[in-house]
Structures are given as structure tokens and as C-alpha cells.
């Protein structure tokens, strides 16, 4: 088989090599070959944002966590110092 006689179509599992005659991209457009691919890349892109925006919003809980702990430590260690001083 020469180069010029094969259509290599990419499929999940991997290339997939067939005949010129039976080369899919004559019968099928582009889009409807590559719609699959191209939602999935949509869904990956929206789980993308959603987990940037988890992520953002638990590292404000954690910020706002140690703030808290932070001015109860302060305020504790004042504290001991009227006590003890």
C-alpha cells in the first residue's frame, strides 16, 4: 500500500488506517467527524472553570480561617498579658 492510498481517521482507541476507497472524510463532513471531540473538549473546559472557582472560593474560606484563628491568638495572648502583668 503507497502513502497516497490510505485515510487514517482518529478515533479514542487510536488511529484507525482504511482504504482510500472507504476514506470517511469524503462522505462525512468535518464537523459531524470531529463534534464528539470538540463537545467533550466544551465539557472539560466548563469542569475547568467550575473546579478554578471551587478551588477559589475554598482558598477564601481557608484565608478567612486562619485570619480567625489568627485575631483569637492575638487576642488571647493579650489577655495573658493583663492577667500576668
Same mark, same amino acid.
Given at each position: *500500500?503507497?502513502? /497516497?492510498? @490510505?485515510? #487514517? %481517521?482518529?478515533?479514542?482507541? /487510536? /488511529? #484507525? #488506517?482504511?482504504?482510500?476507497?472507504?476514506?470517511? &472524510?469524503?462522505? %462525512?463532513?468535518?464537523? #459531524?467527524?470531529? !463534534?464528539?471531540?470538540?463537545? !467533550? &473538549? +466544551?465539557?472539560?473546559? $466548563?469542569?475547568?472553570?467550575? $473546579?478554578?472557582?471551587?478551588?477559589? %472560593? *475554598?482558598?477564601?474560606?481557608?484565608?478567612?480561617?486562619?485570619?480567625? @484563628?489568627? +485575631?483569637?491568638?492575638?487576642?488571647?495572648?493579650? !489577655?495573658?498579658?493583663? %492577667? +500576668? /502583668?
Amino acid at each position: *500500500m503507497a502513502l /497516497g492510498d @490510505v485515510c #487514517v %481517521v482518529c478515533t479514542a482507541n /487510536g /488511529g #484507525v #488506517v482504511l482504504p482510500a476507497a472507504q476514506d470517511p &472524510i469524503s462522505s %462525512v463532513s468535518f464537523f #459531524v467527524l470531529f !463534534q464528539p471531540l470538540n463537545e !467533550q &473538549i +466544551s465539557r472539560l473546559h $466548563e469542569e475547568l472553570a467550575a $473546579e478554578r472557582l471551587s478551588r477559589e %472560593v *475554598m482558598d477564601e474560606r481557608k484565608t478567612k480561617e486562619i485570619k480567625t @484563628v489568627e +485575631s483569637t491568638i492575638s487576642l488571647d495572648l493579650t !489577655q495573658e498579658k493583663r %492577667v +500576668s /502583668g
